[in-house]
């Protein structure tokens, strides 16, 4: 079952690439991060705009497995699914490289929301997600 919500296609940039010539491991977090801030948008959220509301979405844990390298200019595909459970949203996010959909990374990413500074549920968070929820 294909339980992925989302995806994007991204390349490798020379520059995230160290000596060894495969992508820094925190590059890794950057490509989530960027995969997540777009499927914010695709539901129809804003940082900027939740910010100005009082509402701040951070990562509270991640889970990070590095399976096979990514190297410079390899494009990927980014996916993501999306669980609750209680206040956290975990976001289960796999790279693959695109030319032979070799899995690269799988990341557990945990976010919780700040409303006005306290750890707290937000209602604009929950009714975004809602069609996208998954339980394991």
């Not at 410079?72 to 206040?87: A, V, Y």
């Not at 490289?97 to 209602?123: H, K």
Request: net charge negative.
């Amino acid at each position: 079952m294909n339980k992925y919500v989302f995806e994007t296609r991204m390349e490798v940039r020379d520059y995230e690439c160290d000596i060894e010539g495969i992508v820094n491991n925190a590059n890794y977090l950057h490509y989530t991060e960027h995969t997540r801030h777009l499927f914010l948008k695709e539901c129809g959220l804003s940082f900027a705009e939740m910010h100005a509301k009082g509402v701040d979405a951070v990562v509270a844990r991640m889970k990070l497995d590095f399976k096979t390298p990514l190297r410079c200019d390899d494009e990927f595909i980014s996916r993501l699914w999306l669980e609750k459970e209680g206040i956290k949203y975990i976001f289960h996010q796999d790279i693959f490289r695109a030319s032979d959909d070799a899995l690269c990374f799988r990341g557990d990413i945990t976010l919780v929301c700040l409303v006005n500074g306290r750890l707290g549920n937000s209602e604009d968070y929950d009714n975004a997600f809602r069609e996208y929820i998954q339980s394991k």
